[in-house]
């Protein structure tokens, strides 16, 4: 089966190029950061899924939103600070969506074969993948029955916290047992090198 693109690229270097775009969009004026989201837009288009992928998620988050501006009113807050805070929380939602659609943990595990001086980090990593989905499994259960939803993502997080000794041993499970390995694709991870430049170069100009 043919892999996109984005599969392709090295999981490290997405990780990297999420911290990197974290740090962009908190801190980099408006104008500048406006360019960065559009293009990045553009970008992950190459992959229509994932930007579908990531409207449904906005969509699904609006009333999340909806009270970011309302307080913002409440408390006499600028409703384009508002806005914008909005913005970089979706572009951060996007590069989210990213990494989670388009990597797989054994890309991770065949990391740490290769060099066994990174298994504490991706035993980390992997973890923290498998913890995800658990956490939005019981997300969406508990929303369907009250819609408060700071109290809906701290019960799930609390609940998804629980499972935390079945999760590491699954994941010690897949880290030991053989895993095929990850080919270093020379073009699609030139591609993302790219973009990471575009996300530094975000950093220092201002305009």
Same mark, same amino acid.
């Given at each position: ?47 229509? =899924? ?28 600028? !409703? ?16 989210? !969506? ?44 508990? =929303? ?64």
């Amino acid at each position: 089966m043919n892999t996109s693109i984005f599969e392709q690229q090295n999981v490290i270097l997405k990780f990297f190029t999420i911290l990197i775009g974290i740090i962009v969009s908190a801190t980099i004026n408006i104008n500048c950061f406006i360019v960065l989201f559009i293009v990045s837009i553009c970008y992950f288009l190459l992959e229509r =899924y994932l930007f579908i992928a990531w409207f449904k998620l906005v969509l699904k988050l609006m009333p999340f939103f909806t009270s970011l501006l309302v307080l913002g009113i409440i408390f006499s807050l600028s !409703i384009y600070d508002q806005i914008f805070l909005i913005i970089r929380i979706s572009y951060i939602l996007l590069l989210s !969506i990213y990494l989670i659609k388009t990597s797989s943990l054994d890309q991770l595990i065949s990391i740490q074969k290769k060099h066994n001086q990174t298994k504490d980090i991706v035993s980390y990593l992997v973890a923290t993948l498998r913890f995800i989905p658990h956490f939005i499994a019981n997300f969406k259960v508990m =929303y369907r029955a009250e819609k408060n939803v700071v109290e809906v993502f701290t019960k799930a997080i609390g609940q998804t916290y629980e499972l935390s000794d079945d999760i590491w041993r699954e994941t010690n499970e897949m880290i030991n047992r053989n895993s095929p390995t990850q080919d270093f694709w020379i073009f699609p991870n030139l591609f993302l090198m790219i973009f990471l430049a575009l996300e530094i170069i975000c950093l220092s100009v201002k305009f």
